[in-house]
């Protein structure tokens, strides 16, 4: 029997395994973004060109978008034509539809926290983005 939670607020690890962040990427796992995701240590990492300090790295930087009554998350980094990862910014949409790299929901609160939760997949694995891996 669930228990109610005494706190309102969701954390972080309650948001991912309210909406099986696990299970999505295991359904959606021909999705290039999604391979980046399950295979981090195979996938690219860059420095953040937006950090000054040149000690953020940047994988996906993960979006959505509603449209048609649904939810379309994306990359707005992904790899260039020689494999090197771009950001794309306010192409990236476009980009992703055109490459069918994108994940569809049926509800915007879903792909909002599959956004800010996605990378907790990797603390389950041990990984930790840098660069030069």
Do not use: C
Not at 62 to 89: C, F, H, I, Q, S
């Amino acid at each position: 029997m669930p228990q109610n939670s005494t706190n309102a607020k969701n954390t972080m690890n309650d948001d991912y395994r309210d909406i099986g962040v696990e299970r999505i990427l295991r359904d959606n796992s021909a999705v290039p973004f999604v391979k980046r995701i399950l295979f981090p240590f195979k996938a690219p990492v860059a420095l953040d060109p937006e950090d000054s300090a040149k000690k953020r790295v940047m994988t996906h930087k993960m979006e959505y978008k509603t449209a048609d009554n649904a939810a379309y998350v994306y990359p707005r980094v992904m790899p260039d034509e020689n494999g090197n990862l771009k950001d794309y910014g306010s192409g990236a949409f476009d980009e992703a539809l055109k490459r069918r790299d994108f994940i569809k929901f049926s509800k915007p609160e879903e792909a909002d926290k599959f956004t800010k939760t996605y990378k907790q997949y990797w603390k389950q694995i041990g990984y930790e983005p840098k660069v030069g891996q």
